[in-house]
Every structure is written in C-alpha cells, then in structure tokens.
C-alpha cells in the first residue's frame, strides 16, 4: 500500500492545526527543528528522537565498483552516508502489533 508524501507544508500545517501557532509561527518552528538535526548530521552527531528513531552518519571508505553496461572497473569516493534507524517502538506502530508480540486493535 503506498502512502502520500507528507511535505513542509503538511508538517507545518500540523503544527499550526494542533498547536494553536500561528501560520508563520508554525513554518518557522519546523523550520528550526529540520535545521537544527541537519546541522548535527553534518557534524557528524547522532539525532536520536526518543521513540522515533535514531539518524546515523556513518563513513564509508573507497571502493571499487563495477559498470554494469560496460563491465569497468570503477572507483568509488570515499564518503558520509545517513541512514535511519527506527526505534522498535516505531517499528511496531507501522506493523499494527504491541511490543509484547500481540496485535493492536
């Protein structure tokens, strides 16, 4: 089943809806969020939102990769990556079961 995209806007017009911010405030303070874990996953910091799921950078080294229409050998640039790691808490939301391996209602 694919879902919708959920865009700023959607976030923004969350917090205007559910806070009671005004528009602008609203933008702002998700503004400030998004940029505030950008900045930390660019100093190489862990974010980690309880219940939620952690954003990880991790280094990878140079490598060599392959062309697959030409079968050359190229190489790949070492680099930063990010991945997401899901709490299990989350992980059990999006399945629609309780931590205790039950299903939810």
């Known amino acids: ?21 005004s528009r602008t405030e609203s ?9 505030e874990i950008a900045d930390c996953l660019v100093r190489g910091e862990t ?3 309880s219940s ?3 954003f990880v950078v991790r280094d990878k080294g140079e490598r060599i990769g392959r062309n697959p229409k030409t079968g050359e050998e190229v190489p790949i640039e070492p680099r930063r990556v990010m991945v997401f790691k899901p709490s299990s808490i989350l ?8 931590p205790d391996g039950a299903d939810e209602d």
């Open 47 to 49: 974010v980690k939102l």
């Open 52 to 54: 939620f799921g952690s």
């Open 27 to 35: 933008a702002g303070l998700v503004e400030l969020v998004l940029r």
């Open 91 to 98: 992980k059990h939301r999006i399945n629609g079961t309780s």
């Open 1 to 21: 089943m694919a879902g919708r995209t959920v865009t700023r806007a959607d976030l923004c017009e969350a917090v205007y809806q559910q806070v009671g911010l």
